[in-house]
């Protein structure tokens, strides 16, 4: 069983950073693949990146390539998402989640076995 709990949420102004953070109570944190995920009012909760169990492999949407940075430290069970240049667009809750067994990254909210309770980025133009 694995346990997520997210935090780093919070109102910025566009073109300010965040940095959210995951963190994960368990055994298997070092084994499971990680991502983030988000989801804007009435929408459909979509994937933002991933990292694999390793930290030696990882996967963006378009939507945040060369603005955000999934990372990870295995040995704080902790995954962190650094958000630079944020736009408005960006104004979702955001969700962490858990892929256990040393699977790859999978952009399907399907794949994940556990998920946090999420953390609210809303961004001001």
């Known amino acids: 069983q694995v346990q997520l709990v997210e935090s780093g949420g919070g109102l910025v102004q566009a073109g300010d950073s965040l940095r959210l953070s995951c963190a994960a109570s368990?055994?298997?944190?070092?084994?499971?693949?990680m991502a983030w995920f988000c989801q804007a009012p009435g929408k459909e909760r979509v994937f933002v990146a991933g990292?694999?169990?390793?930290?030696?492999?990882?996967y963006y949407a378009d939507s945040v390539k060369g603005r955000f940075a999934i990372s990870r430290d295995n040995a704080k069970n902790t995954v962190y998402l650094q958000m630079n240049s944020l736009k408005p667009e960006d104004t979702a809750d955001y969700y962490c989640?858990?892929?256990?067994?040393?699977?790859?990254?999978?952009?399907?909210?399907?794949?994940?076995?556990?998920w946090g309770q999420g953390t609210q980025v809303t961004v001001s133009s």
């Open positions: 368990g055994r298997t944190f070092s084994s499971n693949a």
């Open positions: 990292i694999n169990w390793s930290g030696s492999a990882t």
């Open positions: 989640a858990a892929r256990g067994g040393y699977a790859i990254i999978s952009p399907n909210s399907g794949h994940y076995d556990y």
